[in-house]
């Protein structure tokens, strides 16, 4: 949450259940962020949810499961979407753990059919493109969606001290 909170930018929270949009988490989800329910569907049904919903301009999305991403890492997807129409930061297991579109490339077809939880989640994204777009790619992190990945990030973590 640290990461996201800029007044550079329109930070929302899209939250699961969607009875959890009151919610603080002991103060973890700061009271000034604005929270909605991500609402039903696969993630690529609720990732255009949200992008519909966004206001005019670039959209970035980001999960809340890479814990080494960080405002700058957010800030350089932001400057990337001046320049190229799609950010990704790819995660270490073939999905991503970042994804920005600039408003020309804000369709629902940029998430048809992709193969969720896969490792081929970024390549169908990339894939769904128009030919001429322009992609930036940030550093490559790793994102935590089962218990292994959690001990290889913790081992991983360790080596750097």
């Known amino acids: 949450m640290r990461a996201a909170r800029d007044t550079a930018w329109d930070t929302r929270l899209y939250v699961e259940p969607a009875l ?22 696969h993630l ?31 800030r350089r997807a932001a400057t990337s979407l ?9 995660a270490d297991d073939g999905g991503f753990w970042l994804l920005g579109l ?7 077809e940029v998430f048809k059919g992709v193969r969720w939880s896969t490792p081929h989640a970024m390549e169908d994204v990339w894939s769904n493109l128009p030919e001429h777009a322009r992609v930036t790619l940030l550093p490559q992190l790793i994102d935590i969606d089962i218990a292994e990945d ?12």
């Open 20 to 41: 959890a949009v009151g919610d603080t988490l002991g103060g973890l989800w700061p009271p000034n962020i604005a929270k909605y329910p991500q609402g039903h569907g």
């Open 44 to 74: 690529g049904d609720r990732l255009t949810r949200a992008m519909l919903e966004a206001p005019v301009g670039p959209v970035i999305f980001v999960g809340a499961d890479a814990p080494d991403m960080s405002h700058l890492h957010l």
């Open 82 to 90: 001046r320049r190229n129409g799609l950010v990704f930061g790819p």
């Open 102 to 108: 600039s408003q020309r490339l804000k369709s629902p």
């Open 150 to 161: 959690w001990k290889r990030y913790k081992k991983q973590r360790q080596g750097f001290r």
